[in-house]
T-cell receptor, first 114, second 115 residues
Framework: ELKVEQNPLFLSMQEGKNYTIYCNYSTTSDRLYWYRQDPGKSLESLFVLLSNGAVKQEGRLMASLDTKARLSTLHITAAVHDLSATYFC??????????????FGKGTKLTVNP | EPEVTQTPSHQVTQMGQEVILRCVPISNHLYFYWYRQILGQKVEFLVSFYNNEISEKSEIFDDQFSVERPDGSNFTLKIRSTKLEDSAMYFCAVTLWDYNTDTQYFGPGTRLTVL
């Protein structure tokens, strides 16, 4: 069974600081996704990581993937209040039919304090 | 991002009643999915749907659940006899085929409250 674990589950940080969220998964997978969710809202796609060593950056967020270690990181640089949200990583589990069910981690609730 | 709308945004129902949640994709999508998120918890896969057939379903998706795409546009999730534990946010997701990536785009969700 594919399992996805994130840590930390809660993160409170000061504006301007850096921090990393970790995502471990248990079995081989083709893709790793990062989503952002604001309270009461839907999931917004941030990154899709497709291969070992993949690194993607958007603004103050940078995601990387190490498929050998089955580990992805989401690094936050110089945090600002607007980044406060819950961040989910998800790993796909393709089936023979071609669809890909996503298995999500529990999410990391990030609070950036002024 | 491709747009996906869901109706209703909030549904309140009595235990044992049937509910139908609707997903309206804007573009011509390939795969459709339903996920649910119980308040404060992680997102859980329910079912995937392709070419008018269920592709995969989870243990959560028991006989009380069904999906269909009756008019070739709307994608519906029906819960026949709702239970208290069905209270959750239900998200429709769609996939656009792209040779480089296969991102699932999520709709705004329907909050289902079972009393």
């Amino acid at each position: 069974e594919l399992k996805v674990e994130q840590n930390p589950l809660f993160l409170s940080m000061q504006e301007g600081k850096n921090y990393t969220i970790y995502c471990n998964y248990s079995t081989t997978s083709d893709r790793l996704y990062w989503y952002r969710q604001d309270p009461g809202k839907s999931l917004e796609s941030l990154f899709v990581l497709l291969s070992n060593g993949a690194v993607k950056q958007e603004g103050r967020l940078m995601a990387s993937l190490d498929t050998k270690a089955r580990l992805s990181t989401l690094h936050i640089t110089a945090a600002v209040h607007d980044l406060s949200a819950t961040y989910f990583c998800a790993v796909d589990k393709p089936n023979q039919g071609g669809s890909e069910k996503l298995v999500f981690g529990k999410g990391t609730k990030l609070t950036v304090n002024p | 991002e491709p747009e996906v709308t869901q109706t209703p945004s909030h549904q309140v129902t009595q235990m044992g009643q049937e509910v139908i949640l609707r997903c309206v994709p804007i573009s011509n999508h390939l795969y459709f999915y339903w996920y649910r998120q119980i308040l404060g918890q992680k997102v859980e896969f329910l079912v995937s749907f392709y070419n008018n057939e269920i592709s995969e379903k989870s243990e959560i998706f028991d006989d009380q659940f069904s999906v269909e795409r009756p008019d070739g546009s709307n994608f519906t999730l029906k819960i026949r006899s709702t239970k208290l534990e069905d209270s959750a946010m239900y998200f429709c997701a769609v996939t656009l085929w792209d040779y480089n990536t296969d991102t699932q785009y999520f709709g705004p969700g329907t909050r289902l409250t079972v009393l």
